[in-house]
């Protein structure tokens, strides 16, 4: 397997627009993160998935994000507006299902930079 | 709430000096997992390793070692003989078990700077 792909690698934006970073999963994995990753507050939980459907988005910022995942082997993490304060590396990661608690995967990461 | 502190921020040593990292975590449940993970300076993060809350056994990975204390909350790393490779940001976490999902908290990090 390729591993958790995410994409783009890097995305630089001007404040206000939108902005849409993807993640594929490793195939057969049922868990699905998304973290960002910043100095100030280093690699927080955003949202999680489990079986397409959300478990907990309480780490969200705020309503200007919002996560999908539409089918078992695609999510999205959307920014509307974007704000410089959302530059950080967004994590995806997945885990499977059937051995507890195990370990996350994590894809290369998306730097997001604001401007 | 489930918690995890690495109190040291950043640490140098000199290549084949022995290093340890602190992990301390906080958490309610009496079923959970810790890992270690590698971050470096490439940006992916790596997983080391898991354990488990019922697993208390100290577990030996090449120069790699990791020392588990339910006692004291501490889920420690050590790396013996270190190389300038394993300059990283190594990260501790700590995942409970939910109702239907996990959970996984990290803590801030450590890096480590190994100089030749």
């Known amino acids: 397997d390729a591993g958790v792909i995410q994409s783009p690698r890097h995305e630089v934006t001007e404040m206000g627009q939108e902005v849409t970073l993807r993640c594929k999963p490793i195939s057969g994995h049922d868990y699905l993160f998304w973290y960002r990753q910043t100095m100030m507050r280093g690699l927080e939980l955003l949202i999680y998935f489990n079986n397409n459907v959300p478990i907990d988005d309480s780490g969200m910022p705020e309503d200007r994000f919002s996560a999908k995942m539409p089918n078992a082997s695609f999510s999205t993490l959307k920014i509307q507006p974007s704000e410089p304060r959302d530059s950080a590396v967004y994590f995806c990661a997945s885990s499977p299902i059937g051995v507890v608690n195990t370990e996350a995967f994590f894809g290369q990461g998306t730097r997001l930079t604001v401007v | 709430a489930q918690k995890v502190t690495q109190a040291q921020t950043e640490i140098s040593v000199v290549e084949k000096e022995d290093v340890t990292l602190d992990c301390v975590y906080e958490?309610?449940?009496?079923?959970?997992?810790l890992f270690w993970y590698k971050q470096p300076p490439s940006g992916e993060l790596v997983f080391l390793i898991r354990?488990?809350?019922?697993?208390?056994q100290n577990e030996i990975s090449g120069r790699y070692s990791w020392n588990f204390q339910k006692s004291t909350s501490s889920f420690n790393f050590t790396i013996t003989a270190s190389q300038v490779v394993d300059s990283a940001v190594y990260f501790c976490a700590l995942s409970e078990r939910e109702n239907y999902g996990q959970n996984f908290v990290f803590g801030p990090g450590t890096r480590l700077s190994v100089l030749p």
């Open positions: 958490t309610r449940d009496t079923t959970y997992y």
């Open positions: 354990r488990n809350s019922f697993d208390e």
